[in-house]
């Protein structure tokens, strides 16, 4: 059994911090955090700590040779009901997916659980209460060894923070996001990191991030390296379109990541009648489609974006591949079943929401 420590001065910390108004997205941080060393091939103590800056040397192998991997998942409590949890135990599957492509540990099932259920405990009044906001969670671990030698780390730290937070896409976003198609750089490749949630794959798509607003667009789509042909994936989000009403989502392999979001609207829309077909998605057969009006919709899934419609598609050159549905209907009836689920609204028939007890100090 995980032993947890409490630092004396969180409940200060906790009793000190108030929930803005306004959140946003990842802006706020919850007072709490979890921490956890691995040193000499084992794990030590797991202490709840007040949110702040760590110390950590400049050799610290994380800033140079980035070994480091992260998740994110949201805690409910919406209509007096929660907080929930959705899914962890995915979360925490493929937050050691990604551990063993960093080579390296895997973080203890009751390390991984304890810290995120006894945070969230402990910031249960800090879970915004309206229908979409959340208290987002942020798992992390990074190599912490203390040298200039690239060779994999033998220390590492596990973290936990937490953020209340609102919707992901600002309201000039509302009525669909744009998405640029990227044809010149590539996010991931066969035999990559593309499938781990290490923070390097984001850095090699930042440029493009700049590139895709600087175009007016407010995502990124990423081809795949090889052929620059298939669609594979948003820089943080999962991509569905729909094609002659049959939800079409590109096969998961190593080179993209496996989002929960997106296994769970596979499962959801099945259970709404609609056939999902996981296959390779041509962009010049998705852009065709659009322009004879086959494709109707398309829309992004992810844990921080729940479903974003997609209002059009374009390129660099200014050609615009508007979608019939910009508003997404399809998109916005499986957001509502999703959010109905997290939220705790509905019989939640797959097990997919973890109920945490409050706790004061
Ligand atoms: C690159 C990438 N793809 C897809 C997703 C969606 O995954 P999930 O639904 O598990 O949040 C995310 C976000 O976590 C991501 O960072």
New binding site residues.
């Given amino acids: 059994m995980t032993q947890l420590n409490i630092d004396p001065a969180l409940a200060s910390a906790i009793k000190n911090f108030q929930l803005p108004e306004t959140l946003g997205f990842g802006n706020v941080m919850a007072p709490v955090m979890a921490s956890c060393e691995y040193e000499n091939g084992k794990w030590g103590e797991l202490t709840l700590l007040p949110y702040g800056p760590i110390t950590m040397y400049p050799t610290s192998k994380v800033l140079h040779y980035a070994q480091e991997i992260f998740e994110?998942m949201k805690a409910y409590r919406v209509n007096g009901k929660g907080p929930f949890i959705f899914r962890p135990e995915e979360n925490y599957l493929r937050f050691n997916r990604s551990a063993e492509r960093m080579a390296m540990p895997h973080v203890p099932h009751s390390i991984f659980m304890k810290s995120v259920f006894e945070l969230t405990s402990y910031c249960a009044n800090f879970v915004p209460r309206r229908s979409g906001e959340s208290l987002y969670l942020r798992p992390f671990m990074f190599a912490s060894e203390e040298s200039l030698g690239i060779k994999p780390a033998e220390k590492f730290r596990f973290m936990v923070i937490a953020s209340p937070s609102g919707s992901y896409f600002s309201d000039t976003t509302v009525g669909g996001i744009s998405v640029y198609i990227e044809r010149e750089n590539a996010r991931a490749f066969p035999g990559g990191t593309g499938y781990a949630?290490t923070g390097g794959?984001y850095a090699a798509g930042l440029s493009a991030a700049i590139k895709t607003k600087n175009l007016g667009f407010v995502q990124t789509l990423w081809l795949d390296a090889r052929e620059k042909r298939y669609v594979e994936?948003m820089?943080?989000?999962?991509i569905f379109v729909v094609i002659n009403n049959e939800l079409v989502t590109p096969m998961t392999g190593n080179t993209i990541?496996d989002?929960?979001?997106?296994k769970s609207i596979i499962t959801l829309a099945r259970d709404m009648g609609y056939t999902v077909v996981e296959r390779n998605i041509d962009i010049n057969e998705l852009l065709s489609e659009i322009k004879a009006g086959r494709c109707t919709e398309a829309f992004a899934?992810?844990?921080?974006a729940i479903i974003s419609p997609i209002n059009y598609f374009g390129e660099a050159t200014g050609e615009r591949y508007p979608l019939h549905h910009p508003d997404g209907k399809i998109a916005m009836l499986l957001r509502e079943g999703l959010l109905a689920i997290q939220e705790g609204r509905v019989d939640d028939k797959h097990k997919w929401i973890a109920a945490v007890e409050p706790k004061t100090l």
């Fill in positions: 994110g949630k794959n994936e820089s943080g989000m999962n990541l989002g929960i979001t997106r899934c992810g844990t921080a």
